[in-house]
């Protein structure tokens, strides 16, 4: 590999973990912190990469999302805390819950993983040892514990770990019969049915039309839901097999609901005149416009059908919100038919989409 390829690796590296950070975030701000509970999972594999020379394997903690520790090497006596809270209380009040519960059952070692780009300060005497890392601080570790091997096993686990589907715009090609039973259609007209009566606010079609055109997510009593395939063994758990997921609904459309993929990231996209387009990574979202391109916001839709939708509740004992039981069989083996990229135009309103085939690759 030359010294270009590697210095490559290591930016896909960097500017993957650092959309993490910002998408954590994201959510965070806007009233979504579940998504910090799921950290654990995705960032395990990681952390035994990295630590792979010392001989640490870590597990995940049968409590989910507790206040002392994620991960746990028993073996070598380590714990790993992975947060999105950088206040000093709460890192003095894991520190103490250490030393209470773990440290008089031999574990003598605690990492604290915060996702954020900042850490508290640390200046207490410990009796155990204890290691932080901010987000910075852990590329940093990854750069100089992997090498070229481990760092092509995280640079595909990072890229791997992505919420949306990939070969996006594109339709599902499966090979699905055109003949629908009379049975199947009455069933798709009776889910449609109770989904309008159940999740569309009442009288939503009195809500001012212009606030309907810019935000139609207002027309439903909570647009945020649940996501599950009909084959998903691993809810509530997350992991890399994980067939469900927590996202927004963002309107009607013929055939089903259109689901707002990326509600809390904010993504944008380089257009220029002949609407050819691409997508703005994280790391390039303050780059400046090429020559005849301009920087537009969009919006990623996925066109989710009725007759991919098998059931639905009004939540349960872990979630409060709607969920969607689905047939995974569209794009890349999602429930979604199709994938739209709308664009804002200069009045707000995100109704053009970008066509695939202009699409730079």
């Known amino acids: 590999m030359s010294l270009l390829d590697f210095q490559h690796l290591h930016q896909q590296i960097k500017d993957k973990l650092f959309e993490i950070s910002f998408k954590i975030d994201c959510f965070n701000k806007s009233g979504d912190t579940d998504i910090s509970r799921y950290a654990e999972t995705y960032f395990k594999e990681l952390f035994n990469i990295i630590y792979k020379k010392d001989n640490w394997n870590f597990a995940k903690s049968v409590k ?3 206040d002392t520790y994620d991960l746990f090497d028993e073996k070598n006596k380590i714990c790993i805390q992975i947060t999105s ?3 000093k209380n709460k890192k003095d009040k894991t520190l103490k819950l250490f030393e209470k519960n773990h440290l008089k059952n031999g574990f ?3 990492i604290i993983f915060f996702t954020t780009l900042s850490k508290p300060k640390s200046k207490d005497e410990l009796n155990f040892n204890y290691i932080d890392y901010n987000i910075i601080e852990f590329t940093g570790l990854i750069e100089n514990n992997c090498n070229h091997t481990e760092l092509l ?3 595909d686990i990072l890229l791997k770990n992505n919420t949306l589907p990939r070969n996006i715009n594109k339709i599902a090609n499966k090979p699905q019969s055109n003949k629908v039973s009379q049975s199947e259609f009455l069933r798709r007209k009776k889910i449609k049915k109770e989904i309008v009566n159940e999740m569309l606010v009442e009288d939503w079609h009195k809500i001012d039309r212009e606030e309907l055109a810019k935000l139609p997510i207002h027309k439903f009593k909570d647009s945020r839901f649940i996501l599950r ?4 063994e691993s809810y509530p758990n997350v992991d890399e097999n994980a067939k469900w997921s927590r996202t927004f609904m963002y309107d009607l459309y ?5 689901i707002w993929l990326d509600a809390a ?3 944008e996209a380089m257009v220029n005149e002949k609407k050819e387009w691409y997508i703005l990574d994280y790391g390039d979202k303050n780059k400046k416009p090429g020559k005849g391109f301009y920087k537009v916001k969009i919006r990623i839709l996925g066109e989710l059908p009725y007759k991919n939708i ?3 509740e009004d939540g349960d004992g872990y979630y409060n919100d709607y969920h969607l039981f689905c047939k995974y069989d569209g794009v890349e083996d999602s429930p979604f038919e199709k994938i739209l990229y709308r664009f804002e135009n200069t009045l707000g309103y995100f109704l053009g989409e970008l066509e695939d085939d202009k699409r730079i690759k």
Do not use: A, F
């Open 229 to 232: 395939s009909i084959s998903d």
């Open 254 to 258: 013929e055939k089903g609901i259109l």
């Open 310 to 312: 098998i059931d639905w």
């Open 265 to 267: 990231l904010g993504t």
């Open 64 to 66: 989910v999302n507790q």
């Open 153 to 155: 096993k995280i640079r």
């Open 108 to 110: 003598d070692t605690l």
């Open 85 to 87: 809270n950088k206040r």
